[in-house]
């Protein structure tokens, strides 16, 4: 890999003609309004100036991704000038590495309409990832630098106020398990020793935890084995660690809460209110009424250990509708349990001992940068699971017939599920729409093989609706044309990359309120500890410290350090049991375990941010707390696949530059670095005195400045996993070995003809992999058998762009070209001229046939995808599973759920509440008159699953093709809120 690509130092400007341009320009704006999110963050010029390098050589000019300066990236200050005179939509916070513009006249929540705004910055691209805070007990911070309070995005929970109610008949369940921090206890597992469980689930009784377990005891679980119920099975599994190895808040912080939240009853939890420690309150979900089933994963179901008649039993939809206690309301079976406890029967004993439901908190931190402004109190303690309730954890045995798979335990959350006190005054609800989304994305990211949280069921209710904005017919994104007067001194390229940059960042707000049906999605997770966990935790940390300056007692005996530790202990049993939990819970090696789990995370997260830029994906909101510590996608609201390919793609209003498409392993870096910040109060705490509780030999006496040093080279390995990830992507996708830096050299010049071209992400792979497919490499052998590459003719290389460019006019299907529009000759002497290229880097990689790279099977490729005869995999095999045929492109989900989502859908009467709709997958054939058609739900779940695959001749005239130029401009489309 290119030095310059890992140099943190390394900045890409022109600064100068930047100003040239704005002179030029600035007498020929119109009065256009810039509009901006409301809660957008803007950089000052000077920020952006203190980084800037006007020294450079021009052979560093190349980004960590890859991407080339030039012409293109002095046009894009062109596209800044237009910005910031009115002639273009604002985006979104300039806090984050990577490509960004910013101009500093524009303040938050306003509109400029001045004709004579100067520029004040440019794009630049920033080598550097951004550096952690610091978090360290020697620390001078004030609280003020530690705890920003300027505005950020907002995380998108939209919705009315609302007014819950409490149920008495839920009292006995929500009433929390008060404990503070010096109440540890043992976890008590009661498991059966013949049962043959899975070596990933933890059995050690090390973890500390509250009292009261609510892991389903084994006389409850032999009470349940001999029950017809549906849940039964799934009941007798529960396993909820998180509230088990955790802590609620103590009495006093609940009192307190309370005190100062009218109309909070102190148990119900479904109000907004301040949460002042503790890592979940218990809360209730708020149950859809008349509930359906709409769709669900068998896949997921059986990992669950669910059969289909399970599936589709009024208890499983009662208890995925959030209507959890009522879901066992049938099993009644006094005479299966014997007399425990009061007498109480077993359905007394799930509802009060096994289900438990909770939400948790969480900090916002956005590319580095902490906020507190989203919580309503301004403080941090009202931020975390706003509409998001965990309805239980499962752990489910290998020997259970229906669930042999090897990992076996599954957090449940609900979407959707009702107001918890972090909704911020929302009503919590999800819509229809949003739901077959995150439905539809979650399980086609499973199926691409990228980490993600999986979908277990959609359920909707025709009764209860919400209100959201959202886009017109009319709403489409309007932008100047070559004519356009303000780009009069420009050059046709010039106006060309302008109007490119304008067309990937002007996103307008909805215009329209709609009423939508609400619905349900259940999410599965390993678990879901996030980065924004630990942030909260930390920031307290930092907090006690601060206000106990004259405290003699050491900081690892805090309450806050207590927690913070817990949840690092509960974060390597839940995701890392085998390397970061078991070697080091005995003699409680926080150190290591710290250690440990920074090391797993950092592969995690750059693992998956690699592979979100291999299948063309955009998380659009990629805070911290959108982040999961093991690297697995969640969170699909303002997301989407890339149709027409640029660097800062995004499809949500708020995203900005530093959350655009090719910026995001930046924005993964950024929150890995906040991680490490987060953990290093433990490392910190651990390393202060010769007493550390660790037992390690090399950890004994571990100091401050061990500590220091353990930060600095895990940050800077971070940049180098990061970066050589993203390269190993794309060499992958170009049909080398993930190893071999050959093609790093050809990538930028593919990237610029990528963005000149106006290219389509999927359909240029999959064509480019058809090539390598169709024209295999060759090779003779001269006397002395040596191989060597057959000589290709013009002709075949001129086969190969024409099989590439798959022109709309040659083929039968209209789309079929991976450029929205017609090649220039110039471009196609590019392409062709860097196929050749790559065809001459494939020889010599794949020439050598031992010892070489490319020739070396990765441990995916099975016998069925390489050659025979002990032959190494071939370019296209190879590209053909790294680049998908398939992805969930914006206008196929818009048109699943506006057909679903029909008028007579909202107006549906309501119906018995047993009442299914019959079989989910039934009602795939047809439209029903009960509901919206969901056919196409159906249909689509069917194409994500083999994204790799041909597909059927139907699926490849439908959805093997380019985006409709209309889904480029349309608003919900194109761009959303």
């Given amino acids: 890999m290119p030095q310059s690509m890992l140099d943190p130092n390394t900045h890409i400007d022109n600064k100068d003609h930047n100003n040239n341009i704005n002179n030029n320009i600035s007498n020929n704006i119109n009065n256009n309004n810039n509009k901006h999110h409301p809660n957008q963050t803007l950089t000052h010029s000077n920020h952006l100036n203190s980084n800037l390098n006007s020294n450079l050589n021009r052979n560093r000019n190349r980004t960590r991704l890859g991407i080339r300066s ?74 003020s630098s530690s705890y920003s309070t300027s505005s950020s995005p907002s995380s998108g929970i939209n919705g009315s106020n609302n007014n819950p109610t409490s149920s008495s008949s839920a009292s006995s369940l929500m009433m929390s398990k008060k404990q503070s921090f010096s109440n540890s206890k043992t976890i008590s597992k009661d498991v059966d020793k013949d049962t043959n469980v ?90 859809l009424q008349n509930p359906r089933l709409v769709i669900h994963s068998p896949d997921m ?43 109480h029967n077993l359905q007394t004993h799930v509802r009060e001992n096994v289900i438990r439901t909770w939400a948790t908190p969480y900090a916002l931190s956005i590319v580095g940068k902490r906020y507190t402004n989203n919580c309503p109190f301004g403080t941090g303690d009202g931020y975390g699971d706003g509409r998001a309730i965990s309805i239980g954890e499962l752990t489910v045995h290998p020997s259970q017939k229906h669930s042999p798979q090897s990992r076996s335990k599954y957090e449940m959350q609900l979407k959707g599920a009702g107001p918890t006190p972090f909704c911020r005054g929302a009503d919590g609800r999800a819509v229809l729409r949003s739901s077959i989304r995150e439905f539809l994305a979650s399980e086609a990211m499973h199926h691409l093989h990228v980490a993600t949280t999986r979908a277990l069921s959609l359920v909707v209710s025709p009764v209860d609706t919400s209100r959201r904005p959202w886009y017109s017919d009319r709403n489409i994104r309007e932008l100047p ?104 819970i005995s003699q409680k090696d926080a150190l290591s375990a710290s250690k440990a789990l920074l090391e797993h995370a950092m592969m995690g997260i750059a693992t998956m941010t690699s592979d979100w830029i291999r299948v063309g994906f955009s998380q659009g909101n990629f805070n911290a707390d959108n982040c999961l510590v093991a690297g697995r996608t969640m969170d699909y609201g303002p997301f989407g696949w890339m149709d027409e390919y640029h660097p800062l793609f995004a499809k949500w209003t708020g995203s900005g530059e530093h959350f655009g498409f090719m910026n995001q392993p930046n924005a993964g870096f950024a929150n890995f670095a906040m991680l490490v910040s987060s953990i290093m ?52 996708k170009m049909g080398f070995h993930p190893m071999d830096e050959s093609p790093d050299d050809i990538w930028p010049d593919l990237e610029e003809l990528l963005r000149d071209t106006r290219a389509d992400w999927t359909l240029f792979w999959r064509q480019l992999s058809y090539v390598a497919r169709d024209f295999p490499l060759r090779y003779h052998h001269d006397n002395n058998d040596n191989g060597k590459e057959e000589e290709t003719s013009e002709q075949i290389y001129q086969d190969m762009l024409n099989l590439l460019i798959a022109n709309d006019d040659t083929t039968a299907k209209p ?27 494939l020889h010599q990689a794949y020439h050598e046939r031992s010892g070489g790279f490319s020739t070396t099977p990765l441990p995916h490729e099975t016998k069925k995808e390489v050659d025979v005869d002990d032959a190494p995999p071939t370019p296209a095999s190879r590209m053909l599973h790294a ?30 509440f047993g009442f299914l709709g019959g079989n989910d997958s039934s009602s795939s054939s047809s439209s029903s008159s009960e509901h919206g058609d969901e056919s196409v739900i159906h249909e689509l779940f ?19 093709r380019r985006a409709p130029d209309h889904a480029l401009k349309a608003g919900g489309t194109a761009f959303m809120s």
């Fill in 883 to 912: 680049n998908p045929k398939y992805i969930l492109r914006e206008w196929m989900l818009v048109d699943a759920y506006s057909k679903a989502s029909s008028s007579s859908n909202r107006q549906q009467k309501q119906q018995p």
């Fill in 70 to 143: 030039g012409s293109y990236w002095n046009a894009f200050s062109f596209a800044a000038t237009f910005f910031a005179l009115g002639g273009g939509t604002g985006t979104g916070p300039c806090t984050g590495a990577g490509v960004r513009s910013c101009s500093s006249n524009r303040s938050n929540n306003s509109r400029s309409n001045s004709n004579n705004l100067s520029l004040v910055s440019a794009f630049t691209i920033h080598h550097q990832f951004p550096r952690p805070m610091n978090m360290s007990s020697s620390s001078s911070s004030s609280p």
């Fill in 681 to 732: 109060p433990i490392i910190e705490g651990y390393s202060s005195s010769s007493s550390s509780s660790s037992s390690s030999d090399d950890d004994n006496n571990h100091t401050m400045e061990d500590a220091k040093a353990f930060r600095e080279d895990i940050i800077e390995r971070a940049q180098t996993v990061f970066a050589h990830k993203l390269f190993e992507t794309f060499r992958l």
């Fill in 481 to 584: 044309d070559m004519d356009d007067p303000r780009l009069a001194r420009y050059t046709p390229d010039q106006r060309k990359t302008i109007l490119r940059q304008l067309a990937a960042q002007t996103r307008n707000d909805p215009d329209v309120l709609i009423e939508e049906p609400n619905a349900m999605t259940c999410r599965i997770s390993a678990s879901f500890v996030r980065v924004g966990h630990f942030d909260l935790f930390a920031r307290r940390v930092m907090r006690e410290e601060q206000q106990e300056t004259t405290s003699t007692s050491s900081s690892t005996h805090t309450p806050a350090f207590g927690e913070l530790e817990e949840l690092m202990w509960h974060a390597c049993y839940r995701e890392f049991p085998d390397t970061c939990y078991h070697p080091f």
């Fill in 815 to 841: 789309g079929s070209s991976p450029f929205y529009e017609p090649l220039t000759d110039e471009n196609k002497t590019k392409l062709l001229k860097w196929i050749q290229q790559w065809r001459t880097l």
């Fill in 198 to 287: 899975d070596t990933n689930v933890d059995t050690n009784p090390e973890i500390t935890t509250n009292t009261s377990s609510s892991s389903t005891s084994k006389h409850i679980k032999e009470a349940l084995s001999r029950s017809s119920h549906p849940l039964s099975n799934f009941a007798s599994n529960m396993d909820n660690s998180w509230v088990d190895q955790l802590n609620a808040e103590t009495t006093e912080n609940r009192l307190k809460s309370q005190s100062q939240t009218p109309h909070d009853d102190g148990v119900s939890n479904n109000i907004k209110r301040p949460v002042y420690n503790g890592h979940y309150v218990p809360v209730l979900p708020d149950a």
């Fill in 942 to 960: 069917d194409l994500i699953q083999n994204p790799y695959e041909e597909g059927t001749d139907e699926q490849d005239l439908k959805y093997y």
């Fill in 301 to 343: 179901a059986h990992r669950l250990g669910f059969t289909e008649e399970e599936v589709h039993s009024v208890p499983f939809l009662k208890y995925f509708s959030g209507d959890v206690l009522g879901a066992f309301d049938d099993l009644l079976d006094d005479d299966l349990l014997e007399s425990h406890e009061n007498n």
